[in-house]
T-cell receptor, first 111, second 113 residues
Framework: KQEVTQIPAALSVPEGENLVLNCSFT??????LQWFRQDPGKGLTSLLL?????REQTSGRLNASLDKSSGRSTLYIAASQPGDSATYLC??????????FGKGTRLSVIA | DAGVIQSPRHEVTEMGQEVTLRCKPI?????LFWYRQTMMRGLELLIY????????DSGMPEDRFSAKMPNASFSTLKIQPSEPRDSAVYFC???????????FGQGTRLTVV
């Protein structure tokens, strides 16, 4: 059974800093790994999807990497801004199982 | 496309009452998922459908929960009778295939008093 873990649960950084959010998963036979952003009281916004055959995906200041052999994914945010403050969730699907979510990292970017 | 649409956005009900949550997936998507989010347990899959057929409902917590998808553009999640521990945010998501990129609705915040 796939399990997804995100550490730390919360992170606070000064504006402008580059940062990395971590995600680990137990079943390396994943099909996709997806990163989401969730603002308080809102739904989930898809940020990046990495297919199992890919090593990374980039969108603007965001870069997500995937290492299946170690069961890890990272989300790199460059030049962080206060508007990046949100909870970031990673989720993985494997076999025929839909997305299994981590509990998220709550990011605060301080101006 | 307007994305995944859920209604209502907020629901407050008394214990024992029936609650129905609604979802309209993105047009053309053939997979639909219901998730529940709580502080303690995070996001948990309740049930998902492929081509309107329920595939896995092992996440449905009790017989009080039921879900239907009568057509490709509509799904309901019903709780009868509701209990205070059902209070959570319920999300609907859809995708083109169960292993493709998933898109989420804004959620329904349910409070059972």
């Amino acid at each position: 059974k796939q399990e997804v873990t995100q550490i730390p649960a919360a992170l606070s950084v000064p504006e402008g800093e580059n940062l990395v959010l971590n995600c680990s998963f137990t079943d390396s036979a994943i099909y996709n790994l997806q990163w989401f952003r969730q603002d308080p009281g809102k739904g989930l916004t898809s940020l990046l999807l990495i297919q199992s055959s890919q090593r990374e995906q980039t969108s603007g200041r965001l870069n997500a990497s995937l290492d299946k052999s170690s069961g890890r994914s990272t989300l790199y945010i460059a030049a962080s801004q206060p508007g990046d403050s949100a909870t970031y969730l990673c989720a993985a699907n494997s076999g025929n199982t839909p997305l299994v979510f981590g509990k998220g990292t709550r990011l605060s970017v301080i101006a | 496309d307007a994305g995944v649409i859920q209604s209502p956005r907020h629901e407050v009900t008394e214990m024992g009452q029936e609650v129905t949550l609604r979802c309209k997936p993105i047009s053309g998507h053939n997979s639909l998922f219901w998730y529940r989010q709580t502080m303690m347990r995070g996001l948990e899959l309740l049930i998902y459908f492929n081509n309107n057929v329920p595939i896995d409902d092992s996440g449905m917590p009790e017989d009080r929960f039921s879900a239907k998808m009568p057509n490709a553009s509509f799904s309901t999640l019903k709780i009868q009778p509701s209990e205070p521990r059902d209070s959570a945010v319920y999300f609907c998501a859809s995708s083109l295939g169960s292993l493709s990129e998933a898109f989420f609705g804004q959620g329904t915040r349910l409070t059972v008093v």
